[in-house]
């Protein structure tokens, strides 16, 4: 029984060190602010490979969104006014394997990219 035992919990030990250890995966943690001082519609920031948004962003508000790069290439980033005018703006090449923070900050007729990204 003993011996079960000590197996058992030399097993759980190799199991949380592998699961500590390895297995890290790259993401972009992502923040869309709105600073442009009205509520604005149909957000879409586009990144290699994909895209995501919401449909309005109160004024002063922040979406988040977490995303991993696949492949590499432009983002931009969409947005429509309180006015129904729509706007788009590039932002930075993005590579893949590259992980961090991306920060969009919206204002009435522009947008300003900050990223704190790494390998």
């Keep these: 029984m003993d011996r ?3 197996f058992a919990i030399s097993g759980l030990a190799g199991f949380v060190l592998l ?28 990144y290699p490979s994909a895209s995501f948004g919401t449909e309005t ?18 983002t931009k980033v969409i947005w429509t006014d309180s006015a129904r005018k729509e706007h788009t703006v590039a932002g930075p090449e993005l590579q893949e394997g590259l992980q961090g923070r991306l920060t969009v900050a919206l204002s009435a007729t522009s947008a300003t990219w900050n990223t704190q990204l790494h390998r």
Aim: glycine share 12%; with cysteine; charged share 20%.
């Design 57 to 74: 962003l109160a004024a002063g508000g922040e979406y988040h969104y977490r995303f991993k790069i696949l492949g590499n290439g432009p």
């Design 4 to 6: 079960r035992r000590s």
């Design 19 to 46: 699961a500590a250890s390895g297995c890290h995966s790259a993401y972009v943690e992502a923040v869309v602010r709105n600073d442009s001082g009205a509520a604005v519609s149909l957000v879409e920031l586009d």
